[in-house]
């Protein structure tokens, strides 16, 4: 069983402050969604959490088991468990996903023996197309094959946690089903890490359909404004944020 616990995070990036006082607590298996308007930090707290360059940290801590994730660089925070899906999958010419994933068994120092069989039977599992898997990682794949090849990285690295910066952006319905049942299952099967624990970072309640969460969280203007169970990704819905825009930090 894993924890991680962001305590207190204050950030800001290019010189303005983004993040307010963050506070957010994730076990292994939990599902916790963070639902915010635009520009209200969302991409920013996954930045931070990941150690993207370019951003400042005030104060605050990132624990991950109890050790502080913030001075170490983002690679280190990746074997040490931690991964994000981003909103927008960068793309690698000349690297396969199978290459990819083999260089990073090798840090991790896994051995990649049946790579290939274990990538080939979680892009069927996915419905991502085998002839797919030669190409250059991302180069001009569709938005749903970007995020089914982003979820099958997800699959075999099998880290302790993850974070889904906007799954559910820049792809079809089949595509956003097909990948966030995937991640359910990841929260609850034990892998070599335990059960996955989430953050599913998103706008929408669509994707929560079939990635349940066990906690959402409503982030405005770099503070968490309310937090509850599922029912109040529910209420976001009818309300908008509208209703949560003035309410004080919780
Ligand atoms: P969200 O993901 O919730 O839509 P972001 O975290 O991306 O919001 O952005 C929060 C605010 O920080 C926005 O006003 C955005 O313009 C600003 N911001 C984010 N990244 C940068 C950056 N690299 N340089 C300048 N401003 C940034
Ligand atoms: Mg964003």
Request: glycine share 10%; hydrophobic share 40%.
């Amino acid at each position: 069983m894993s924890t991680l616990e962001i305590k207190g995070i204050v950030a800001s990036v290019a010189g303005k402050q983004i993040l307010n006082g963050i506070d957010l607590t994730v076990r292994s298996g939990e599902v916790h969604a963070v639902m915010g308007p635009n520009g209200a930090g969302k991409s920013t707290l996954s930045a931070v959490i990941m150690g993207k360059p370019g951003y400042e940290v005030h104060s605050g801590q990132v624990l991950l088991d109890g050790v502080d994730l913030l001075g170490l660089p983002a690679w280190k925070r990746a074997q040490a468990g931690m991964h994000l899906v981003t909103q927008y999958p960068s793309e690698v010419p000349g690297v396969s996903l199978t290459d990819m994933l083999s260089a990073a068994y090798d840090a991790r120092g896994r051995a990649s023996d049946g790579l290939a069989a274990s990538v080939a039977a979680e892009a069927d599992r996915i419905n991502f197309p085998v002839a797919l898997l030669d190409r250059s990682l991302n180069v001009d794949f569709s938005g749903g094959e970007k995020k089914r090849n982003e979820t099958v990285q997800l699959a075999l690295l099998a880290p302790k946690f993850a974070i889904l910066d906007e799954l559910d952006s820049g792809l079809d319905l089949d595509a956003l089903r097909d990948c966030a049942r995937r991640v359910e299952d990841l929260s609850n099967t034990d892998g070599p890490n335990g059960r996955l624990g989430v953050l599913a970072i998103t706008h929408y309640n669509r994707l929560l359909e079939e990635l349940l969460p066990d906690r959402v969280h409503i982030l405005v203007k770099g503070r968490i404004v309310a937090s509850g169970g599922a029912e109040l990704a529910d209420q976001l819905e009818r309300d908008g944020y509208e209703a949560f825009t003035d309410a004080p930090a919780v």
